[in-house]
Structures are given as structure tokens and as C-alpha cells.
């Protein structure tokens, strides 16, 4: 049977370190772990929050009046099929230490996306995506369990609705499913993505990139660039770095159309700035930076506030020093509104908060 436990601190669960406590409280490492807590919870009539590392995810000061199911389900376990390789992974396995193990072996496809926290359940709900690489691009499948009808189901990718920092699973069918493993298709002796600019350009320097071959050297060399970024702007856990007391980006890059864009490069140029706005295309559109948006509207790096604030090393995380939920996301509202102030854009968050 699963032990329920009552009356659990939700902050020991999260990366950002804020919360009460949760009514009830479970942790399941079987998929029939997770069909009886799920029963259980609707035997009490009480909602249900699924959490995997809690690396995106901030509760409110009063908790969870409910019952909060967190996800252990472990295993991994690799299948070569001709030139690619087919990774069955559980919901409850560390993200970073799966990519460490794909680099490890060889194996091409998420190398960029070293130093994401949380668990491998939580990347095809979130598409997460790094230094050029979204995890949707690796996915073969994902197989979950129905929460109605407790019964698992595996979508094919293009079944999952992939999309921006987005899936089915965030928007239409929120609530509907709960991931418990994900099937990864990655090269073997695969060359590492180099599309982003920044992670080129330290290889370029240190690294002839024509002399790199294929593999798992050329792949270690950009997970320890990508990693080596990351940590700079705290976005590598660290428990002797306060900044990493976070979920990393709080806020999406927003994706304007043309008409958008013009604006905030005519809102930009009014103020007198002179520097181009920093840009990047997508699909039809253009995505614009969040953190210079955030900048530009008069919030820097560092900026604190009833013990919460702007991380020091990224502007796009927000960070609790010794603060409170309700500060937290005060000053997000803050920023928000100094944002469309200044340029007319609402940012969205990213961060996934639970009331």
C-alpha cells in the first residue's frame, strides 16, 4: 500500500523553496502506487496536484488543500534500432542525469539541454528547450495514465501537440493525463547541435569544430559548454548559489507577428536606445527576448524586494532569498506591468503556480 502522510511541507519539493503544507501527501513508485493514491484522492473528494522535481513549480504560502502525489517511478533502459537508439525512461528519473548518461554512451539529440532540473515526466509537458533544442524533437512517444479512467495510453509525437514551451498536456488536456514514461529516439556516435549562437561561438574558440568528430567526445565538449553557461547565470542547482533558489525562466520569450515587432522597435528607438532588439525567428514569427524587454522597462539584475528579487547573474529568473509566495509573485506582477507599460506586450509566465 502507499504511505499517506498529511500535513506535508510543500517547500522541501521545490527548487524555489516557498509554500505551506499539503493536506496529503504521497510518493509513488509504481504505476499502481499511482492508481491507488488516485483513487484515494477520489474517495475524499480532493483535488490532485502531480509533482515531479519541482524545478517549475511554486505553491502558494497556504499550501495545497488537497492531495499532492509526487512521481518516483524509475528505470531506464536503451534499444538500438539501425542508426538510432530508442530510450525507455520513467517519469521519476532526473532529467540532467539522463542527458549525462545519453552523452556518456554516445548518443545525439538532448546534449544541449544539460543542467534542466526536474524530472524526465515533466519535458514533453513543458517541451522544454535550450541552446537550440527543444525536447519534442527527441520524443518518439509518450505513454500516460488517464486520470478518469486510470488507463495508459501511448501517444505518438505528433499525437502530443508540441508547440513553443507547450504541449496538450499544458493546454487543452491539463489535468486530463499524468506522464509516466517517455520514449527518446537519439543517434548513436551522433554529432552534437551547435544551431545556437552562443554555444558556436565558445566551441569555435576552444574547439576546431572541423576536427571534431562524431560522438561522444564532440558531444561532452558542448554539454560542458552548455553546462558552463548555465552555471553563470545560476541556472545550474547549486546550494552555495542563492540565485539558483528559483524555477529558472519565469516569464516566456514572447512570440510577436510583424505588426508587433514594428512597435516595439519604434517604442525602443523613441527612448532613445540604439542597440538592436535582440530577435530570434519562429516558424512565421519572431520571437523577442524577455529578459532585454525586462531590462528596457527599468528592472536589473539583482533587484530585490520584501525578500525576493531579479536574480544577479539572469533577469528572466526571479529569486527567493528569504521571502513569501504572495511577494513573489507581486513583484512578477511588477514586472508584467512595467513591461506592458513601457512596450504594450504581456508577458506570460512560465513558472506553473498552485494555488
Known amino acids: 500500500m502507499v504511505l499517506i502522510q498529511e500535513n506535508i511541507s510543500l517547500k522541501e519539493f521545490t527548487s524555489m523553496r516557498l509554500g505551506g503544507p499539503a493536506k496529503y501527501f504521497c510518493s509513488c513508485s509504481s504505476v499502481e502506487d499511482l492508481k491507488e493514491a ?37 528505470g531506464i533502459s536503451f534499444y538500438e534500432t539501425g542508426n538510432d537508439v530508442l530510450a525507455r525512461v520513467q517519469a521519476g528519473e532526473g532529467w540532467d542525469p539522463f542527458v549525462r548518461l545519453t552523452v556518456e554512451k554516445g548518443f545525439a539529440g538532448i546534449e544541449c539541454l544539460s543542467g534542466i532540473p526536474g524530472m524526465v ?25 488517464e486520470r478518469e479512467t486510470l488507463k495508459e495510453t501511448e501517444l505518438k509525437n505528433e499525437e502530443c501537440g508540441f508547440s513553443y514551451r507547450t504541449s496538450r498536456f499544458k493546454t487543452h488536456d491539463s489535468g486530463k493525463y499524468i506522464v509516466i514514461e517517455v520514449k527518446f529516439r537519439l ?39 552548455v553546462l558552463s553557461l548555465r552555471k553563470k547565470k545560476s541556472m545550474v542547482i547549486d546550494p552555495n548559489d542563492p540565485n539558483t533558489r528559483s524555477v ?104 506553473n503556480v498552485i494555488s
Not at 513543458?126 to 527543444?134: D, K, L, R, S, T
Not at 552534437?192 to 565538449?221: M, Q, W
Open 248 to 351: 529558472g525562466s519565469f516569464f516566456l520569450n514572447p512570440i510577436v507577428d510583424d505588426a508587433m515587432l514594428t512597435q516595439i522597435i519604434a517604442v525602443w528607438k523613441k527612448s532613445g536606445g540604439g542597440t538592436p532588439v535582440p530577435t530570434f525567428p519562429f516558424e512565421d514569427k519572431t520571437k523577442v527576448s524577455a529578459a532585454w524587454l525586462i531590462e528596457k522597462s527599468g528592472f536589473k539584475k539583482g533587484y530585490t524586494v520584501n525578500g525576493v528579487g531579479i536574480s544577479g547573474n539572469h533577469t528572466l529568473a526571479l529569486v527567493n532569498y528569504n521571502g513569501t509566495t504572495k511577494a513573489l509573485l507581486e513583484l512578477a506582477e511588477e514586472i508584467r506591468n512595467g513591461v506592458e507599460k513601457m512596450f504594450n506586450l504581456h508577458l506570460e509566465l512560465e513558472a
Open 121 to 145: 515526466g515533466a519535458t514533453p509537458i513543458q517541451n522544454v528547450g535550450a541552446y537550440g533544442q527543444e525536447v519534442k524533437d527527441a520524443i518518439e512517444s509518450v505513454t500516460v495514465l
Open 38 to 74: 488516485l483513487r484515494t484522492a477520489r474517495s475524499k473528494n480532493l483535488p490532485v496536484h502531480i509533482l515531479g522535481g519541482g524545478s517549475n513549480t511554486i505553491f502558494s504560502d497556504n499550501g495545497f488543500n488537497g492531495f499532492v502525489v509526487k512521481i518516483n517511478l524509475k
Open 187 to 225: 543517434t548513436k556516435n551522433g554529432r552534437p547541435a551547435f544551431h545556437y549562437p552562443e554555444v558556436r561561438k565558445i566551441v569555435e574558440t576552444s574547439v576546431n569544430l572541423s576536427s571534431l568528430a562524431d560522438g561522444k567526445e564532440s558531444l561532452e565538449a558542448v554539454r560542458n559548454v
